[in-house]
């Protein structure tokens, strides 16, 4: 039954029907960065640690909407596994304790390994830690927009400068370049600086961040 319920709310929202959303939350993911954040409008409310998918089963870009919830779900193995047997809500279950189903068969969802938190070695949902996954479960309504982005490069102001982040490109895309970099400061360019151009690593594994501008204001009065 649960099964023909995620199927119908999964049709209607390829139909075009508006879920019910109790609130204008929306959850923003940026897989490289491993991190799931809640929004109220344009207001962070609260930040959480996921694991992605691997780059074999790569977890799906894009604009989608929670469809299905469900507490203490049990897992069907997929087409990649023997053994079909069902695991019922317990310890053995990888999905943990809450199932937030954003996609055909791609759900957000709790596990049994909290080890696997902030790798890609999922097989494309996006894992939390059971207590974090349970919290947002809460908060989250039918409806809840789900905006999942690859971004490679972040742009942060702090009060000494302009610093860029650079997370390892674990999908490969290859997106973290001088090109990709002039897009993200373009916005910036008129208040800053350059200091240096930025080097970018072809197989950089940790993240990377560091100052690479200064407000031109501060430039002028040699702060």
Request: overall charge positive; hydrophobic content about 40%.
């Amino acid at each position: 039954m649960k099964k023909w319920l995620s199927l119908l709310l999964f049709l209607l929202m390829l139909a075009g029907v508006a879920l019910p959303a109790e609130a204008a939350y929306e959850l923003r993911l940026n897989v490289p960065e491993y991190k799931l954040r809640l929004f109220d409008g344009s207001r962070l409310l609260k930040e959480y640690s996921v694991a992605v998918g691997t780059p074999y089963e790569q977890t799906p870009v894009g604009q989608f909407s929670v469809f299905y919830k469900e507490k203490y779900p049990t897992w069907h193995p997929g087409s990649g596994f023997v053994d079909k047997t069902p695991v019922p809500p317990g310890p053995a279950n990888p999905l943990g304790t809450r199932w937030m189903e954003f996609s055909r068969s791609y759900g957000i969802h709790g596990t049994n390994k909290d080890w696997s938190i902030e790798y890609p070695v999922s097989g494309g949902c996006v894992r939390m830690y059971n207590r974090d996954v349970e919290e947002l479960f809460e908060k989250i309504s039918l409806g809840t927009l789900v905006l999942v982005t690859y971004e490679t490069m972040s742009l942060t102001e702090k009060a000494d400068g302009l610093y860029l982040t650079i997370f390892p490109d674990i999908y490969e895309k290859r997106s973290s370049t001088w090109r990709a970099f002039l897009a993200l400061y373009q916005p910036y360019a008129g208040e800053y600086v350059l200091l240096r151009k930025p080097e970018f690593a072809a197989a950089q594994e940790t993240v990377w961040s560091g100052k690479v501008a200064v407000r031109k204001q501060a430039l002028r009065m040699g702060l």
